[in-house]
Nanobody, 122 residues
Framework: QVQLQESGPGLVKPSQSLSLTCTVS??????????WKWIRQPPGKGLEWMGA???????FYSPSLKSRASISRDTSKNQFTLQLSSVTPEDTAVYYC??????????????RGQGTQVTVSS
């Protein structure tokens, strides 16, 4: 069974950068036809698709993040990472990494991490 685990800081100051890592076990992030997503859920709101990285390393991002997001991967560690620059309190959310299903630009997944709370505050 595929398992995902997010890791990163729980508190980030405004204007700083956020870096979250997803460690995957039970399946390779380089497996053909698979892709991996970052999704977040702000307090009181629904899931928001942030971006994805495919098995070949191609990346896709939500236009709403205005080029602040960057997704990379380390296949030797079976990890993929989200970096979000110039954070504001509006970036406060529970962040999830997931293995995608359906369309790349969607919040659909078949496996997801437990989520990590990130709070942006001074």
């Amino acid at each position: 069974q595929v398992q995902l685990q997010e890791s990163g800081p729980g508190l980030v100051k405004p204007s700083q950068s956020l870096s979250l890592t997803c460690t995957v076990s039970g399946g390779s992030i380089a497996a053909t036809l698979k892709y991996w997503k970052w999704i977040r859920q702000p307090p009181g709101k629904g899931l928001e698709w942030m971006g994805a990285i495919t098995a070949s390393g191609t990346t896709f991002y939500s236009p709403s993040l205005k080029s602040r997001a960057s997704i990379s991967r380390d296949t030797s560690k079976n990890q993929f990472t989200l970096q979000l620059s110039s954070v504001t309190p509006e970036d406060t959310a529970v962040y999830y990494c997931a293995r995608g299903t359906g369309g790349i630009v969607s919040t659909d997944y078949d496996y997801r991490g437990q989520g990590t709370q990130v709070t942006v505050s001074s």
